[in-house]
Nanobody
């Protein structure tokens, strides 16, 4: 059973930064074989794609709304993926989730491309 645990959420002022972490544990899956994604969900809205990083960490891709402000990285030895968020705005307020692609060596982007999810961490940006 794959377990993903996010941490690092909190309250930040507009223009500030936060770094989220997502640690994977459980099961026998090879962390370094899967794309890992970040999603977010604001109240009353659908879960939306933030960005993802491929299995080796050499490729990242982002939603237009965060490109240039957010950076995803990973440490396969620590089975951890990170989301560095800079120049944050109140529109970034949401619960942030990390997720594992359901298929090895795949570049997922839709929520349905991912089959294991963390419990989420709240990020609130005040104006």
């Amino acid at each position: 059973q794959v377990q993903l645990v996010e941490s690092g959420g909190g309250l930040v002022q507009a223009g500030g930064s936060l770094r989220l972490s997502c640690a994977a544990s459980g099961g026998t899956f090879s962390f370094s074989s899967y794309t890992m994604g970040w999603f977010r969900q604001a109240p009353g809205q659908e879960r939306e794609f933030v960005g993802a990083i491929n299995w080796s960490g050499v490729a990242t891709y982002y939603a237009h709304s965060v490109k240039g402000r957010f950076t995803i990285s990973r440490d396969n030895a620590k089975r951890t993926v990170y989301l560095q968020m800079n120049a944050m705005t109140p529109d970034d307020t949401a619960v942030y989730y990390c997720a594992r692609d359901r298929t090895t060596y795949n570049l997922g982007q839709k929520p349905t491309d991912f089959d294991s999810w963390g419990q989420g961490t709240q990020v609130t940006v005040s104006s």
